[in-house]
């Protein structure tokens, strides 16, 4: 079995005490863990792989998991200015925002599941066409969602999800930046 399936419920409450500390941490306001549905309308996402590699063998790249967290326009425009320190966010600074928040929930997500592993950077995107209320995991991924200011943000895990479009630190100083094959 996977390290990222399976997930008990003692993770999952691992995985809701760290998105309410990085909600808490970067909008000083209380975070709590909530069963509300996702808003409707457009949303922020960012995305960032886990690339586990301590069952590697020869032939076999290791496993990956997508650690995703999603938000709604509104609390991100919040995030952003907070973060930013600025009053009017445009929309790259909403992405920055909830990317390096992605990143800060990513590291916490590897450190929890397997210490060894390597983290992509973040991609974040605006999307206005999914309904936001509908973006659901797949049975296999779990996720966890905060409430903050009244906004609804999720955290989730996607085991064995594409890594394709995801980029990856070097592995040493003169490196450029690698593609996920």
């Known amino acids: 079995m996977s390290v990222f399936t399976g997930l008990d419920d003692g993770l999952r409450e691992e995985l809701g005490v760290i998105l309410t500390d990085v909600l808490s941490s970067v909008l000083r306001q209380e975070a709590i863990v909530t069963t509300n549905q996702l808003p409707h309308g457009s949303s922020v996402t960012s995305r960032l792989a886990i690339h586990d590699r301590s069952d590697e063998t020869p032939g076999s790249e290791g496993e990956f998991a997508v650690i995703e967290v999603r938000v709604g326009i509104g609390l991100a425009r919040v995030m952003a200015a907070r973060m930013m320190s600025m009053s009017t966010p445009d929309t790259p600074d909403l992405v920055d925002a909830i990317a390096e928040i992605s ?11 397997c210490h060894h592993a390597r ?3 973040p991609s974040a995107q605006i999307s206005d066409v999914e309904e936001f209320a509908a973006a659901r995991p797949a049975d296999a991924s779990t996720y966890v969602r905060a409430i903050v200011l009244g906004h609804v943000a999720q955290l989730a895990i996607h085991p064995d999800a594409p890594v394709a479009d995801l980029l990856w630190p070097p592995t040493n100083s003169d ?3 690698e593609p996920t094959a």
């Open 103 to 113: 990143n800060i929930a990513g590291g916490n997500v590897k450190t929890l599941l």
């Open 119 to 121: 983290l992509s950077l």
């Open 175 to 177: 490196s450029t930046l």
